[in-house]
């Protein structure tokens, strides 16, 4: 009973974002979950879906820990590479240990890496155990270049057949570049990146990531598009992909393009297996004296593995070796259970169209359909502890976390599939028999077959089949069978997204009016779908870019009712009637809150009514909490009370209770501050409420084991001079976060300078944002010196360094003739520049104004623009960057220039709010009554008469315009 309740608690506290990527990953559609009610009662819904299962609430509980593991923020489709990543593959194996037995066959071993079962690949390459490929080095290289130039669509490939290691070379670049101090996302689903994760990057500083994609011939040429586009307005992602063919929209010339030479790198692969698994070094030292040259990967592997007698000698004997492997396997599984043998051969049919994973019970269905009568539904019912799945493990590889079997490598279903067309085994597979699994697989989710689970799994295997079908194999599916299906899948109410986006890519040829009337029935179907209908809106706006209103009103009325299409009309249409229709959304029960947020920002003061019975909605979703609370203001005072109180409340609506009621809730800030394994933010937003009344907490806080850093710097800031000693304790703790270092450096001051001067020595090894306090405390020291003339040396020397390091060397206080040649480098191109790294360079000529005046007036010059191009593109900043205009305004030969600057800066300000930074506005304000900023930094401001009139040149304020089409 405890589990069940800790997982509802960890299950109400997900945000709806990472809510929909759970239900995602575990395949669940919202009808499967009661409408019309709480996210609690849903969330209970879905506990008890999972308890019907087997190991169903250890996978739910897994896939929350998935989502949790990740310390920060990860797009939709991928996850970080580095350190965390090694640590959740090793929580991975000491868990799967830990539910084994005591023989250890959980854990994962070179023999298993190398026999490709799945779960090791990454830990196998964390714990080198892969061979290094000749091309290793010369991909890095060029990988990083291309990125440097912007080449980055894709910036490297690797190219070859099934088998050539090509995955884990992949793997070991995607280490590499991490170890280079590169940000590298691996893409685990290219599809729902690419539909919802796209935008979810953030542009730091310019410097790039790396997104890695494996067997990028799978990716529909639709998805490669959008993302080449994305990737063209985005130069900071750098793509890398591997595949057995690269697609036809992304281009590349052969020199980045690298493909595993198996003949080449032979020997070096059979030295590391027989250094990392002495039991099989017999055989490997027979394989390299044999004549294999040409031989493919993966068959000198499964040989391997087996240690067949005697060893192949020639590439033909090898062929024969591999095959006949296969087919012992699948005789074996024949003797007992021949009806789960051919079902196996269908799996590898799935596997050669491109559909990978395979759902327990499909195989189980499609194994009694070939056996009836022989109990093979009970007889393999229970996974765990039972000896009768052991005969499939030679081929098949069970992920306990998606409930799914895979071929343990893409090589054994070819093999297999190569086998029976050798007339090695049965059935003999053909395209005719290709036609048959398909229809069979359709018919069957369309029939029903009485059990929940059964159909849900059916459901999505023929959609994701019927998908694969068409868009790898359309030769077998044409137009009209493809359109019948469909159809047939829509008749029987299948709600699944695979098949349904279909009907929008462009895989079929359909007329627009045709998707449409298909997108009508969907609509009734799956009304819900936010998978489908997200690329139906941007469907709609490139299709009927002049009907788009009463296209989405159609599908409205059809019965669609997902957050893109009623945000999307709700967006598009006049306000009145926008307005109208907010009022009566707003009041229905099951609403997605996406929707309820855009009606209340749309109705405003009008919906405050409705606001107020939104938050004393129980259940009710954070987000819109938020909105209500912020719409609201004062008069939700007594609901913000109320949900401060509430057990289990989320942490995005504790703080706005918190901002709303300020002093008043003083006394719930302290209960919060001392409640057990609160949230950092909660803690940072009561701590900033009670300042120094909190001093007592905060030393608690600091002395918490394994404290946020968010906290403890919120803490230092708090308690100042009286943190000293914990500030040392924190400075001298191993691995402590660098923001956490840098508050203790702040603090401490020139008491921290022997600490200062350590990281300075060791400055490539610092992390960027601490060295920053580091070069303030130190000063003028050798060890500044030093570390600063090393940084402009390697750049000049053409590494790849962080923009941080070029900033401190160029501010460094010492004048050299590298440090100006360096920063005129980076002023001859400035506006290609990272802008602090300008600045930094017009530092560099404190006592040499007039070599950079040409650069300064162009900045001037060009202000709106700098300006304008950070509004436009504000997600890719961490903050607003205009300290090069500042910089530029303060030139002692510019000044009159900058009076007129200072001025046109006023205007723009006064007709637009908020375009401008407090400081700018500061600045030009104090410009136009002749009063300049200092050049060199070290003079005081100087003042000069007023030559151009300030406010008389001011036109009065206007409101923005509206940017809703009427």
Known sequence: MSDRISLLDQLNRLPDSQWEELLFRLEVELYHLRTGVSKSQQNIDLIKLFEQQESGLPRLENQLRELAFFKKFTPTGTYPVGEELRQREEAREEEAVARGDIRGDYRI??????????????????????????????????????????????????????????????????????????????????????????????????????????????????????????????????????????????????????????????????????????????????????????????????????????????????????????????????????????????????????????????????????????????????????????????????????????????ELAEGLIQASQARLTQPYIDDDYRKVVLDRVIRWATARQGNLEVDKQLAATASWLLRHFVCQRSNLVNQTTAFNYIHQLLNAEIKHNAYLSLIVNNALNLEPQERLNLLLTAAQVAPNSHKLWGLVWKWVNTSYPKRQEEVLQKLYQAGCRSSPILNGWLHIIPLEKAKALAKKWIKKTNQHSHVLCKCLELLGQEAKEQALVLLSKSGQNPTVLCKCLELLGQEAKEQALVLLSAPGQNPTVLCKCLELLGQEAKEQAFVLLSAPEQKP?????????????????????????????????????????????????????????????????????????IEAQEKIASWAETNPVLLSQCFAIAGETPEAQKAAEEILLRWQAGENLNPAHKIFALQAPFNTELRQQMALQVLNNWYKQYRPLVTSALTAFWNNPNAVTDCCRQILKRWYQEIEYYHRNKRKFNKRQDAHIIKALAHPSLRKLAQETATQVLQTEANSPGFLTPLLHQQALEITQGKFPSWTGTEEAETEPLTIPQMAVLRPSKPPKSKRRV
């Open 681 to 753: 933010t909660v803690l940072c937003k009561c701590l900033n409420l009670l300042g120094q009344e909190a001093k007592e907490q905060a030393l608690v806080l600091l002395s918490a084991p394994e404290q946020k850093p968010t906290v403890l710097c919120k803490c230092l800031n708090l308690l100042g001079q009286e943190a000293k000693e914990q500030a040392l304790v924190l400075l001298s703790a191993p691995g402590q976060n660098p923001h956490v270092l840098y508050s203790c450096l702040e603090l401490l001051g020139q008491e921290a300078k």
């Open 109 to 410: 071993t070179p023999e298993k890496f190398y026999s490709f079962q799945r779960g090791t690949e990454w830990l196998g390459v964390f714990r080198e155990w892969d061979a290094p490929r000749s091309f290793r080095k010369d991909l890095l290289n060029t990988t990083i270049r291309n990125s440097q130039q912007h080449r980055n669509c894709p910036a490297t490939a690797i190219i070859g057949h099934g088998g050539s290691g090509k995955s884990v070379a992949l793997r070991r670049l995607a280490l590499d570049l991490v170890e280079q101090g590169y940000q590298v996302w691996w893409v685990e689903n290219p599809t729902r990146l690419i539909e919802l994760g796209l935008d979810d990057f953030i542009d730091n500083e310019g410097k790039p990531q790396f997104l890695l994609i494996d067997e990028i011939q799978d990716l529909d040429s639709s998805y490669v598009e959008r993302l080449r586009r994305h990737l063209k307005q985005h130069p900071f992602l750098v793509l890398v992909v591997a595949g057995r063919r690269l697609p036809n929209k992304l281009k590349l010339g052969a020199k980045d393009q690298f493909t595993p030479n198996e003949a080449a790198d032979r020997i070096t692969i059979l030295d590391k297996i027989a250094e990392v698994l002495p039991a099989w070094a017999t055989t490997a030292a027979q394989l390299k004296a044999e004549s294999l040259r040409e031989a493919r990967l993966v068959r000198i592997l499964v040989v391997l593995a087996r240690r067949q007698e005697p060893v192949p000698k020639t590439l033909e004997e090898l062929e024969e070796v591999f095959l006949q492997i296969l087919v012992d396997d699948l005789e074996r599984i024949r003797e007992q259970f021949p009806g789960l043998a051919t079902a196996i051969m269908d799996a590898a049919v799935f596997q050669e169209v491109g559909m990978t994973a395979l759902s327990i019970s499909v195989l189980i269905a499609l194994a009694d359909y070939h056996q009836p009568n022989a109990g093979i539904p009970i007889l393999f019912k229970r996974v765990s502890d039972n000896p009768r799945w052991n005969l499939v493990t030679p081929l098949l590889s069970f992920n306990p976390a998606q409930n799914h079997l895979l071929f343990c490598h893409n």
